[in-house]
């Protein structure tokens, strides 16, 4: 089946340690998301891609660093994770179409930060 | 920037109710997308609202995009014990170069059943 699979699912930190966080899909989908999801709130759009073009939102810290090498795989990066960055990290995935296509997320990955 | 609120943001119903969230907008949207995240879950994609006035039924669940196309609804019909998780409304952001592909969430609400 045709999916958006997330790596690890759960990810223990140090303080400072830097972390990668990954992303493979098999929907050839041309757009991928990151997401940062805290306990009762919405998903907080890190930064997309819309194929290699790479689009940074504007309140992301610049300790959040993403790559996509291909189609399939995007990865993010922690570099020096805090307290505060503990949090649920969701992958998603998209077909551009005009007027704001459906979202299709992978499991996410859990950060715990020590 | 384009602000999307949804009330409430928790409700605890007993099963067998009625349970409906309200999405409202500050700016006007070109489509109203709902997801439902379960509990330690992600969110799943429910369904597209695009017409003004649209309204569309997935059995039990009826969802409703307003004529002015910045407000919508979700109305669940006789709740069950799986209906428990929190529902997002979400619509694109066109604000710049690229940001179409772009959704911005609603603030959620939570629902709980009991049984």
């Known amino acids: 089946d045709a999916m958006v699979i997330q790596n690890p699912r759960y990810q223990v930190t140090q303080f400072g340690k830097p972390v990668t966080l990954s992303c493979s899909q098999t929907?050839?989908?041309?757009?991928m998301y990151w997401y940062q999801q805290k306990s009762s709130q919405a998903p907080k759009l890190l930064f997309h891609?819309?194929?290699?073009?790479?689009?940074n939102e504007a309140d992301t810290p610049d300790n959040f660093q993403s790559r996509r090498p291909n189609t399939s795989f995007c990865f993010l990066d922690i570099r020096s994770p805090g307290l505060g960055d503990a949090a649920m990290y969701l992958c998603?995935?998209?077909?551009?179409?005009?007027?704001?296509?459906?979202?299709?997320f992978g499991p996410g990955t859990r950060l715990t930060v020590l | 920037g384009q602000q999307v609120m949804q009330i409430p943001q928790y409700q605890h119903v007993q099963e067998g109710e009625d349970f409906t969230t309200y999405c409202n907008s500050s700016?006007?949207?070109?489509?109203i997308q709902w997801y439902k995240q379960r509990p330690g879950g992600h969110p799943v994609f429910l369904i597209q609202?695009?017409?003004?006035?649209e309204v569309k039924k997935q059995k039990r669940l009826t969802f409703q995009f307003g004529e002015a196309k910045k407000n919508s609804s979700l109305h669940i019909t006789a709740t069950q014990t799986t209906d428990v998780g929190t529902y997002f409304c979400?619509?694109?952001?066109?604000?710049?170069?690229?940001?179409?592909?772009?959704?911005?969430f609603g603030t959620g609400t939570r629902l709980a059943v009991r049984p």
């Open positions: 979400a619509g694109p952001s066109f604000k710049e170069k690229s940001s179409g592909d772009k959704l911005t």
């Open positions: 609202l695009v017409k003004s006035g």
């Open positions: 891609y819309y194929d290699k073009d790479f689009n």
């Open positions: 929907l050839n989908h041309n757009v």
């Open positions: 700016t006007t949207l070109s489509n």
């Open positions: 998603a995935t998209s077909r551009r179409t005009s007027g704001g296509p459906e979202q299709f």
